[in-house]
């Protein structure tokens, strides 16, 4: 099977969906026209015939051309398709468009050209050019695609959770329970409550949510690095489950609360539990979580640019962060020190300056600190905690510039322009800056060049100049360099010769 398709590759695709491969999902959805469904390629159901099979690279082209989504399957637990280049402008500018549709975000813009003109002037392009290359690249509108994101997001809080219908309604980015009504009802043939019948049960807080993932995966590798660094108080990782708590602002809105993911052991599912509390914003939990545990990667095109490096790495992703903010401060306390002493000076910063939160667990009772918490911290607090003054300035200008909104850090950043006002807050180099990219902006061809294990990994720690030799050294790994390095710093490189 081929680890990426031609566009014209559909007996490829029908291959793939009679194995039930699991490697596929996500990556394209079958319309079966006897049926009037599509599905994922995992779907249990007898696999139809070949003439009845239309393949779609996204679930809004599937329904744009008038499926409906499987009850069984369910396309909304697929993993999302994330593409990458280092070319093709126009295919660039449609990709981050869809990534700044998927973040939940974007959901509540219900100003149809509007919110096209808004992503427009964010891409920094016409709201003409925009839709024009949408429509050739994807063969559906922004606000077609926009629309599908939202439809699946409410699928999936009718069927695996409580929430009332007005509330899955808004938190799906609908003005109105009654806008809600009639594009469910235009879309599915269904109304909300219908499906809510087949799904979750009308008390408590349902079952867990499901998200799915593309193998192969090494669960065991990324909790093992989140581990390593975890705090106290703040984050357990116990087998194949991480726990946590959280906070974050959505819709307006401020939540906190707690997390808790755990792989399925036998299947390429992570259960997801979060606390009543943050019901009302899941689009966005889920959004982080996939985030968290780098869920939407596709380990095709990754492994066949970095196997021949890595052999023994095709199943290593990059861990992400739960808040980007939170991940830049830890990254700030880590700068030259071990994990150890970086996990110290986080574990005081929290006890510190971190909030009281009720859990499940007696081991989980606090929060990381807000921006606008940091923010007004004076030097001779962070000074007592073991923080050195160079860092104590670092982390009081970041935490002033988050919280003023000059520097956001999320997927959906500009990555250009965040790493360039990183490097010019104080105590904050290259170093720094790139392995922000790398964990909270989910930027996969984020490079610290500058890293001295990064060097010894690759053997050019006895290069004139180790960082140019390393650049190099990575060239071949464009564009998922951030992959590289999560695989040469696990050891698994082999030594570079004439380097």
């Known amino acids: 099977m081929p680890s990426d398709f031609r566009a014209d590759d559909d007996d490829a695709r029908y291959l793939a969906l009679k194995a039930r491969d699991a490697r596929f999902d996500g990556r394209f959805f079958t319309g079966v026209t006897s ?37 069984r399957c369910r396309p909304e637990l697929a993993p999302q398709a994330l593409a990458w280049s280092v070319q093709d402008a126009s295919g660039i500018l449609v990709r981050q468009a869809l990534r700044l549709l998927d973040a939940p975000e974007a959901w509540g813009a219900e100003g149809g050209g509007a919110l096209v003109a808004q992503l427009a002037a964010r891409l920094g392009v016409s709201d003409r050019h925009l839709r024009r290359i949408f429509g050739e690249a994807l063969g559906v509108s922004p606000l077609q695609y926009l629309q599908t994101r939202r439809l699946l997001a409410a699928k999936q809080l009718l069927t695996d959770t409580a929430l009332p219908v007005t509330q899955v309604a808004l938190a799906s980015g609908f003005a109105s329970v009654r806008r809600f009504n009639a594009a469910f009802g235009a879309h599915y043939g269904l109304n909300p409550t219908q499906l809510r019948r087949q799904g979750a049960p009308a008390g408590g807080t349902g079952r867990p949510v499901r998200l799915g993932y593309r193998p192969p995966y090494d669960a065991a590798a990324l909790l093992g690095f989140l581990a390593a660094r975890r705090i106290h108080g703040m984050e357990e990782v116990e087998g194949l489950a991480l726990r946590r708590t959280v906070r974050l602002r959505a819709g307006g809105a401020a939540y906190t609360g707690w997390i808790g993911a ?19 914003a899941l689009p966005q939990v889920i959004a982080r979580v996939r985030a968290l545990l780098d869920l939407d990667a596709d380990p095709g095109p ?17 861990p992400g962060a739960w808040d980007g903010f939170e991940l830049a401060v830890r990254a700030v306390l880590g700068q030259q020190i ?7 000076l986080a574990q005081r910063l929290v006890e510190r300056f971190g909030e009281p939160v009720q859990t499940p667990w007696p081991g989980l009772d606090r929060l990381f600190p807000a921006p606008a918490v940091l923010a007004a911290a004076q030097g001779d607090a962070l000074g007592q905690l ?4 160079q860092r104590q300035a670092a982390i009081v200008a970041l935490a002033q510039a988050v919280d ?31 392995y922000i990219a790398m964990r909270a902006l989910r930027w996969p061809d984020a490079f610290p060049a500058g890293d001295v294990a990064l060097h010894k990994a690759l053997a050019v720690q ?15 790994w464009r564009p998922w360099r951030s992959y590289g390095v999560i695989r040469a710093w696990a050891g698994l490189a082999a030594p570079l010769p004439n380097l």
């Open 35 to 71: 049926t009037g469904i599509y599905c994922r390629p995992v779907c249990a159901v007898r696999t139809p015939r070949r003439e009845n099979c239309r393949f779609f690279a996204l679930a809004a082209q599937a329904e744009s051309a008038g499926f409906r989504p499987c009850l």
């Open 262 to 280: 755990r792989f399925d052991p036998g299947r390429p599912l992570v259960l997801l539990e979060a606390s009543p509390g943050l019901l009302p």
């Open 302 to 318: 990754i492994n066949a640019a970095l196997h021949a490096a890595f052999p023994g790495g095709d199943g290593l992703r990059v």
């Open 338 to 344: 071990t994990v150890a002493a970086a996990r110290t």
């Open 386 to 389: 073991g923080i050195v003054r």
């Open 404 to 434: 003023g909104g000059r520097i956001a850090l999320h997927a959906g950043s500009d990555v250009d322009a965040t790493l360039a006002a990183l490097r010019q807050l104080p105590g904050i180099g290259d170093w720094t800056a790139q």
């Open 462 to 476: 006895g290069a004139p100049q180790p960082a140019r030799a390393a650049l190099a050294a990575a060239q071949a």
